[in-house]
């Protein structure tokens, strides 16, 4: 099975939590269906990412990237690469590599998935990430290392996290409930 098939088929076995979230599981399906190259990063002018929220084992906090090239906090997450056998693979190499922490319990199945544009991925302009998220839970006592993709990672409490978009309010609150 290559990693379209099995993008493909998680989508399409995915049970999502809201009628929105229905609605862009199709759209992912329906561009996968047509794109056999959907997965790359050459794919233009979208191609899917995959990516994991990061939380500790009270669940009392998240661990958040300050993304280097975009200047705010976010999610662990990236592009497919060919080695990568599947997409929950992608997710957790992606917040290994990222995050620095080894462990990393990731949920069987994505939490969210979000679109949004890049102006910066790439040199033929700005290109649609449909990013398929997923959630994992840290070992105590975990250690955070920064990236090169990253100005800083940290720990965030709940009730003290950084300005986000409001999509990563909602990935925050299903990675506890699907966890937790």
Not at 22 to 46: F, K, Q
Not at 65 to 82: D, P
């Amino acid at each position: 099975m290559t990693l379209h098939d099995d993008a493909l088929a998680t989508l399409r076995g995915w049970a999502p939590p809201t009628p929105e979230q229905a609605a862009l599981r199709e759209r992912y399906v329906a561009y996968l269906e047509s794109a056999p190259d959907g997965m790359w990063r050459s794919s233009y002018p979208r191609h899917i990412t995959a990516g994991a929220l990061v939380i500790d084992d009270s669940g009392e906090r998240v661990l958040l990237n300050l993304h280097r090239k975009a200047g705010r906090w976010f999610h662990f997450g990236g592009h497919c690469e060919a080695e990568d056998p599947t997409l929950r693979s992608v997710a957790e190499r992606e917040a290994r590599e990222e995050s620095g922490l080894d462990g990393l319990r990731l949920h069987p199945e994505p939490a969210q998935l979000d679109v949004h544009t890049v102006a910066f991925c790439g040199e033929r302009g700005a290109v649609d990430h449909l990013d398929v998220r997923y959630v994992a839970a840290a070992p105590a006592g975990a250690r955070e290392v920064a990236s090169d993709e990253s100005l800083a990672v940290r720990w965030w409490p709940l009730d003290g996290l950084p300005e986000l978009e409001p999509a990563m309010h909602d990935l925050i609150a299903r990675a506890r409930d699907l966890l937790l």
